[in-house]
C-alpha cells in the first residue's frame, strides 16, 4: 500500500524557518554568554522570525489571489464556450424541430 504525500512550498518554507528559529535558540541557550546578551539575541532572533513570516504570509496570501484570478477567468472562458455550445444546439434543435412539423 503506497500512500502519496505532498507538502506545498510554503509549508516547507514555514518548516524550515521554524527548524531555522529552534535551532538559533538552543544555540543561544547553551552558548557561554551572559544572560542580558542572550535575551537580546533571543529578542532580535524573535523579531526577524516574525518578520520572515509574516512577508511568507503575505507571499502566500498573493499567490492565492493570483490562483483564484487565474481560475476565474478560465471558468468564465470555459463557461463562455459552453454557453456558445448550447445556444447553437438550442438554434439546431428549433431548425430541426420546425423542418419536422413542416412536412
Request: hydrophobic share 40%; proline share 2%; net charge neutral.
Amino acid at each position: 500500500m503506497s500512500e502519496e504525500r505532498s507538502c506545498s512550498p510554503a509549508s516547507v518554507a514555514l518548516a524550515f524557518i521554524i527548524g531555522g528559529a529552534l535551532g538559533a535558540s538552543l544555540a543561544l541557550l547553551f552558548a557561554p554568554e551572559g544572560g542580558r546578551q542572550t535575551r537580546t539575541r533571543l529578542r532580535d532572533l524573535a523579531t526577524d522570525v516574525k518578520d520572515r513570516s509574516t512577508d511568507l504570509a503575505e507571499d502566500v496570501k498573493g499567490r492565492v489571489e493570483d490562483a483564484i484570478g487565474t481560475g476565474r477567468e478560465i471558468f468564465e472562458e470555459k463557461k463562455a464556450i459552453l454557453t456558445a455550445a448550447y445556444q447553437a444546439g438550442k438554434e439546431a434543435m428549433g431548425r430541426e424541430r420546425d423542418k419536422l412539423l413542416e412536412r
